[in-house]
Structure formats: C-alpha cells, structure tokens
C-alpha cells in the first residue's frame, strides 16, 4: 500500500495518490526520488536508499512521459511514469535539455 513521503531533496509533504501512476516516487515539485524499488515498480526492495536525481524525459512508443533518474549512492538509472501533478516547468526544461546544451559546440552547426 502507497505511502505518504517527504521530500527529502525539498522538504514537500507528499500525498501516496498521484494522478497517473499506482506507485508514486518522486516527489512533484522537484521530481526528486529515492532508490527503493528494485525490480519491480513498487516493490520497496532495494537496498541503497539514496536520492535520485532527475536526469532527462524519454518518451515511450505509446507516447507517455517518463523521467530518468540516476542515483547518486550507486549510479543506476531507473525509468519513472510521471505523475499528473508533476511540475510542469521542470519536465519541460528536462525535455528540452539536450536543446539547450548539446553535446556539442553549436558553431559547428554554421559549418555543415
């Protein structure tokens, strides 16, 4: 049974329900999360407990959102359903990330 959390990155008090999702786990304001899940979406069964930074959106074939999250205790990444409360502006500068820093200097783009 979803539990009630607090964001350990913000401080926000987060309800168990999320619009959208069966396991909510990260917070909406500043899409944070926790390493707890281990194979599978709510099971509670991992053991580093570390914060997991949001890291990009992929966006699956179906055309729903999710977030990349990597852990800051171990490194692993791990894909997250977003929510219908999640922070609208933070999803979109995710998004458009790549955009806006590319891997890349951008005056090589004048030269093609």
């Known amino acids: 049974m979803p539990r009630p959390f607090r964001c350990r990155r913000c401080g926000l008090d987060i309800p168990a329900e999320a619009p959208g999702t069966a396991h909510r786990n990260h917070c909406p ?4 999360s926790r390493h707890l899940d281990d194979a599978t979406p709510g099971d ?14 992929s966006v699956r074939g179906d ?30 500068r995710l998004a458009v990330r790549p955009l806006a820093q590319p891997p890349f200097p951008l005056d090589l783009l004048a030269r093609l």
């Open 63 to 92: 055309g729903e959102w999710v977030l990349v999250h990597r852990c800051s205790g171990c490194g692993e990444l791990d894909l997250n359903r977003i929510a219908g409360d999640d922070n609208p502006l933070l999803l979109t």
């Open 29 to 32: 304001s500043c899409l944070w």
């Open 44 to 57: 509670r069964a991992a053991d580093c407990g570390a914060a997991m930074e949001p890291i990009a959106v």
